[in-house]
């Protein structure tokens, strides 16, 4: 499968590559025929040689071996393919099957034998005899000899079966190979009262994949030529459904879950074939736009098989248990049958798919799909994420509530795909003892409102408000008495057990790489200990257990992990799904975030022809004797005019000594870091080498070069003359170059900056990492109270996750930073360390921003920091509206400040961290405020800050 996605990911990035490769598809359909051993193979044949075809799956084997072979894939398989081809063509009427009481199955075979014979014609395969042969034993075939299932029109009995067995005679007339569309228009015709207000087909119980298999079957008939009195009605329908069908598709390009046949690989298959049905319908009707839009849905659909399909063996339902087992499976699902199944639809997809449509490159907008009553199911779509509610369940396979929640890229089951119920019709290997979804435990559900990335819900008395947006979900539930919200967590495929952590307020959940994670407010988690089962796994059930009023969000994200030569390495800050979006969105003028752009170019260019500078080039040299090594003074210490000499200096704390200045180590440290990040983000944003080039240089210069690179400590950082030659808190000189480590990353790719660079860097940060953990200097900083403690944080965690050390960077967030907010948050919300200083708006401002740095860095790890509070109930969220009043309401400062209230873009960063957090909060009236309250002398213009290209969520 490794193929199949570097064709998805050459089809994304490279514009002048064919917009698709039909070859996708026989991809697929050899990868579901290879999925049998040969033994199983001989097994089925043997069992066909001794009972007959008894179902579809025989035939549809045969098939797609035949139609690989006809492409010039599996040529070993020729005399197999013969000998199962003859046994299928002798067995085609039906009749001697039915009074033995089997029921063959050709209702769904038919057409894949037809298309078999028709690839076979025309690539010569085999003589022309033989083929003749094989047309010879279909053509003479009356539709009542071949078609098991054959109900009266208006029968309740008269459902998706009677499609298939209309679209195989369309087939078969289409292949000149017998047919009677007298026998298709017949059930087509019929078939036009099962069609929903959405388009979507109803078979019983209206489960969903039945509904895409059926309208996938409608459409083959058309595809084979269908052109009846009922062609207009149908092709109404299908045009109905259109749009809804990519709304109801998840990001991770799943069909929804809901009712029989769900859960396994065919799924996917046959709503790729619908989509590329669309794509080419939608082409032929002259819409473009729309065409692209379905086109990038069948990729999204194929890809979500990646995985499955590289596991070994290879199983035909989603989970890992032993095919074998039929874990998962209803009874009629076993292998043999619905392996097979998922080459057939990928057939069709290879017949309906057009190479010259080119894959929309834009994100779905954000949706929300009421779906009929009949179908009972919400998607919600937004941000990356889906949900999936049922109001209605079908309680032999599923239960009401929320039943899925996935995210665009994770490992679709690492929350939850599809719930829990009681008595399954399907196999399991455990007892459920009762339904599990997330849920309330209403009996009923009724839609107060939605609309996009929202949804009220209520059972008549109680209310439960779902907001979903990129930063995951977040659900507020309400009643009249306590609450127990259900919580599935995911424990294990069958072969890989997740890493589960459950506390009173924080539930996580770690799988393939990405985390889970739920947090409670209004409440407590409860691990009850039960364990459920569904199609995918077993499922932990923990308990949300409030009062009257409880909220529950989640998010799932990937876990940092080691940089590797072959992917992008992680980011510490910034969120590479987010900057890639603002940068496909920089194609249009009209882009909020041009402004931005262009400023950070203008601002790049300047470092085209600057000086590169080295600790080298300071004009005082350390007590070591090496000018390799950083040292600076601390800038509030001046001499004691009490003292001939001066000495010891004395702090005066905010006046800046300009002796410290002639130390210049630390000025070359911080415009290193400025050009590093203006030419960082402009390289990724513009793909322009020369600015890579020059930051390659920069930091080759400053680190790496074995004669101007800075020694990888601080052990002479912020001297005090006459007191000490360096001291901890001299760590806080290199905060800003925390700050660039996501400017350097995003160089990666560019041909100036080569893996051995990358891997020299890696090693000086890894160097300087362990010197801060271990040495005294280091630890000194590591505890002081203040912004400077904040500050040590957030290097640690940047400069591991660049090392390709995530552990590290969440150990230090959830054993250090946490204990950080009972030192620093009073139960008034301020901070009085920071307070209490001469510069009192700059500190509080600067350790805010470096809090909202610490949340962003916690996202990208899976935490989210905004629910911590520390043992007075305080956290961030209040923190920060302590400090808005003196902003939005120009509250008067009363605390000593002889800098005046400076910083607007920190302000402004604080402000749009927390308004990305809280989206209710109003951002341009909190900008205003700024504009209004600092002296800054110009107007805050968010649209042209550089965060706006830094962290554009």
């Known amino acids: 499968m490794k193929r199949l996605l570097i064709l998805f990911i050459a089809l994304i990035v490279a514009p002048s590559l064919d917009a698709s490769d039909k070859n996708i598809y026989l991809d697929l359909m050899q990868k579901a025929v290879e999925a049998y051993t040969p033994q199983q193979i001989e097994d089925y044949i043997s069992t066909v040689d001794e009972g007959g075809i008894r179902e579809h799956g025989y035939a549809r084997l045969t098939s797609n ?35 033995k009481g089997y029921s063959p199955g050709n209702d769904f075979a038919v057409k894949e034998i037809v298309c078999c014979i028709l690839e076979l014609e025309k690539a010569g395969t085999f003589p022309a005899e033989k083929t003749a042969e094989w047309r010879s034993c279909l053509s003479p075939c009356s539709a009542v000899s071949l078609y098991d299932s054959q109900p009266e029109p208006g029968s309740n009995k008269a459902h998706n079966w009677c499609v298939f067995g209309a679209a195989s005679e369309c087939a078969r007339v289409m292949a000149g190979m017998g047919g009677e569309i007298e026998y298709a228009e017949k059930y087509i015709s019929d078939q036009l009262r099962f069609f929903d207000v959405n388009g979507m087909y109803k078979d019983p119980n209206q489960p969903m994949v039945y509904d ?22 149908l092709e109404d329908n299908l045009l109905k459904s259109a749009f809804h069908t990519i709304e109801m598709q998840s990001v991770t390009g799943e069909i929804p879950y809901g009712g029989r046949s769900n859960q396994f690989l065919h799924n996917e298959t046959s709503i790729a074939a619908v989509f590329e049905y669309y794509a080419s319908w939608m082409k032929r009707r002259g819409d473009l736009k729309s065409a692209a839009r379905f086109k990038a849905a069948a990729l999204r659909a194929i890809e979500s098989l990646d995985f499955w399909l590289e596991q070994t063996p290879v199983t035909h339902v989603k ?9 998962g499976c209803e009874r009629y699902a076993y292998f043999n049958k619905y392996m097979v199944t998922m080459g057939s639809w990928a057939y069709l997809a290879y017949r309906f798919a057009d190479d010259s449509i080119e894959p929309s490159r834009k994100e779905e907008p954000a949706s929300t799909f009421v779906m009929s009553p009949e179908f009972h199911r919400i998607v919600m779509n937004k941000g990356g994420y889906t949900l999936e509610f049922d109001v209605n369940a079908d309680k032999h396979y599923d239960c009401s509530g929320l039943g899925r929640f996935q995210r665009k890229g994770a490992p679709c089951t690492v929350a939850f795909s599809t719930p829990c119920t009681t008595k399954p019709n399907y196999r399991l290997d455990l007892v459920n003892e009762g339904p599990l979804s997330l849920s309330p435990g209403w009996e009923k559900y009724e839609i107060l409102s939605s609309k996009p990335g929202k949804l009220v819900l209520t059972n ?7 907001r979903l947006s990129s930063r995951g ?22 072969e890989t057990e997740t890493a589960i952590t459950v506390t009173d307020k924080a539930v996580s959940v770690s799988y393939r790489g990405w985390t889970c994670r739920w947090t409670v407010k209004g409440g407590r988690f409860v691990n009850t200990g039960k364990v459920y089962g569904n199609r995918n796994g077993h499922m932990l059930r923990v308990d949300a257990v409030g009062g009257t009023e409880i909220e529950i969000r989640a998010s799932i994200a990937s876990a940092a992990a080691p940089v590797t030569a072959s ?40 470092y085209i022809d600057a000086v590169e500078y080295s600790v080298t080039m300071q004009t005082v040299t350390p007590p070591s004797g090496d000018k390799r090594d950083y040292m600076s003074m601390g800038p509030y210490w001046w001499p004691d005019p009490n003292k001939k000499d001066g000495l010891p200096y004395i702090r005066k704390d905010g006046r800046i000594n300009p002796e410290s200045k002639q130390m210049e180590a630390g000025t070359y440290l911080k415009k290193t870091c400025s050009a590093l990040q203006a030419l960082g983000y402009a390289y990724y944003y513009s793909g322009d080498e020369k600015y890579a080039a020059k930051a390659a240089r920069i930091l080759r210069t400053f680190f790496t070069d074995p004669k101007t690179g800075m020694n990888p400590h601080l052990t002479y950082g912020q001297c005090i003359p006459g007191r000490c030659t360096g001291r901890g808190i001299g760590l806080i000189d290199t905060k800003n170059l925390a700050n660039t480590v996501d400017a350097i990353t995003l160089l990666e790719g560019s041909s100036s900056w080569t893996e051995t660079d990358k891997r020299e860097l890696q090693e000086w940060f890894s160097s300087f990492l362990t010197w801060m953990l271990e040495s005294d200097i280091g630890k000194e900083e590591g505890i002081q109270k203040n912004n400077h403690g904040t500050a040590y944080d957030l290097q640690v965690c940047c400069y591991s996750i660049y090392c390709g050390k995530p552990e590290i960077a969440l150990a230090q967030l959830e054993k250090v930073s ?14 009085p360390l920071e307070l209490a200083r001469t510069k009192s708006w700059n500190y509080t401002t600067m350790n805010l921003s470096i809090w909202m740095d610490l949340t962003r860095v916690a996202g990208n790890l899976g935490v989210d920091m905004w629910e911590w509070k520390n043992s007075l109930g305080v956290g961030l969220k209040e923190v920060v509206e302590w400090f808005f009043p003196y902003i939005i309401d120009h509250k008067e400062w009363p605390y000593e400040n002889i800098a005046g209230t400076l910083s607007p873009s920190a302000i402004a960063y604080v402000a749009q961290t927390y308004c990305q957090r809280y989206p209710e909060a109003d951002l341009q009236a909190i900008l205003k405020g700024i504009e209004e309250y600092t002296s800054a002398g110009k107007s805050l213009n968010f649209n042209t800050l550089p965060l706006r290209l830094q962290y554009p969520d």
């Not at 989970?319 to 874990?327: D, L, Q």
């Not at 920089?586 to 790049?604: D, T, V």
Request: glycine share 6%; charged share 25%; aromatic share 8%.
């Open 212 to 233: 895409i298999v059926t309208r996938l079957q409608f459409m083959a008939a058309l595809d084979f030529g269908y052109n009846g009195p009922s062609r207009a009605a």
């Open 319 to 327: 989970n890992r248990y032993p095919t074998e087992s039929g874990y």
């Open 65 to 99: 071996i035949g139609i690989l072979i006809a492409h010039g894939r599996l040529q070993e398989m020729k005399p197999l393919f013969v000998r199962m081809m003859d046994v299928c063509m002798r067995q085609l009427p039906v009749a001697h099957l039915l009074r």
């Open 473 to 494: 979900l977040r659900m507020k539930f309400t009643s009249e008495e306590a609450i127990t919200v259900t919580v599935p967590v995911f424990m294990t495929d069958g």
């Open 460 to 466: 008549g008395t109680d209310s439960w408000e779902t």
């Open 818 to 831: 946490r204990g950080r907010m009972d030192v620093q948050f009073p139960a008034d919300a301020s901070q």
């Open 567 to 606: 992917g992008p390495s992680p980011l510490a800050l910034s969120r590479r799904e987010s900057l890639e979006n603002c940068r496909k969105s920089l194609k249009r003028k009209a882009s909020p975030s041009r402004p931005a752009y262009e400023y950070l170019l203008r601002k790049a260019d300047k």
